[in-house]
């Protein structure tokens, strides 16, 4: 037998009933030692209650959340150092992007046979640093700066209001093209400047898709050991707009303001109000960052 079957589910999520079974099922159960349950009681409590559990002999732990719920378990693992943690995703959100780019979707059987036949796949992760702190955070999926965080940002605001995920994220999307002035930005990619000039966004992906179906980078790999960027440069909202859908189905864009690019290391000096990063829906820290690739640093079942 194995010690430490976590759960960690996402409290404001209802749960299904395959979920349910999932969790009650004593087949798995019987492989540990001990199987615990935590529901999130506030924002970042997913953090303290993966680290802790990690530090307490964990070797399994089975996310039940959004992509937001899953960013913050990782936090949590990658935080001690362990990279012998079998972490399960069961999208239960209102975006699960990283799940909808795997085209995983839950199923109690499939994923009973994946669990008990330890079935998992190593995947990146990243890390941002910014200049003049020592503070980190790890993402799964995506970072963007620039009209992506600040998008995230006033959806953060809205929580209060009480609005269905899918509204208020329209909501906020509507405002940020109401409110946001573009930025100056440098890029630079594995030492290499890669734009300089007025910045839309530029979003750092780990996988493919964000915001609920959008195909930010095409073909992006969690398991390729490489960061991959799309920036979109001194481009009009209408550009943007226009090109929408065109994302929605996962087309690569051709356009002069927007380019594709792929690094281990991404260095991006920025200037302007309009400066905050976002990671996985989770805003985090304003200004110059650094964010790097974190090769196979992730065992997970999806």
């Avoid at 913050?72 to 001690?80: F, Q, R, S």
């Avoid at 953060?156 to 329209?170: A, F, H, I, V």
């Amino acid at each position: 037998m194995q010690s430490g079957l976590v759960f960690i589910i996402n409290s404001l999520k209802k749960l299904s009933p395959g979920i349910r079974q999932l969790m009650e099922d004593r087949e798995i159960m019987s492989l540990y030692d001990e199987t615990t349950i935590f529901r999130t009681e506030y924002h970042g409590h997913a953090i303290e209650l993966a680290e802790k559990a990690a530090c307490s002999g964990m070797q399994m732990c089975v996310a039940i959340g959004g992509d937001g719920t899953f960013n913050e378990v990782v936090n949590g693992i990658l935080k001690t150092g362990r990279t012998d943690i079998i972490l399960v995703l069961i999208p239960n959100g209102s975006g699960n992007d990283f799940c909808r780019a795997r085209h995983a979707v839950f199923t109690f059987e499939r994923l009973k046979k994946s669990i008990l036949g330890r079935e998992f796949r190593s995947y990146d992760a990243a890390v941002i640093r910014y200049e003049g702190s020592q503070q980190e955070r790890y993402f799964l999926n995506i970072a963007d700066i620039g009209l992506g965080g600040y998008t995230a940002t006033l959806f953060g605001e809205q929580r209060k209001w009480g609005l269905p995920g899918s509204l208020s994220y329209t909501i906020s999307i509507v405002r940020s093209f109401l409110g946001f002035s573009k930025p100056e930005a440098t890029i630079i990619c594995d030492g290499n400047e890669i734009y300089h000039g007025k910045l839309m966004m530029t979003a750092i992906c780990n996988s493919s898709t964000f915001a609920g179906g959008v195909v930010i980078h095409p073909g992006a790999d969690p398991a390729d050991g490489l960061l991959n960027l799309t920036v979109v440069g001194d481009v009009t909202l209408w550009a943007y707009l226009s090109n929408f859908f065109n994302l929605k189905a996962g087309k690569v864009l051709s356009h002069p303001g927007i380019t594709y690019h792929t690094a281990r290391s991404v260095r991006i000096a920025i200037r302007g109000e309009q400066n905050r990063m976002e990671a996985d829906g989770e805003v985090f820290g304003r200004g110059n960052a650094v964010v790097e690739v974190l090769p196979a640093a992730l065992r997970i079942i999806v």
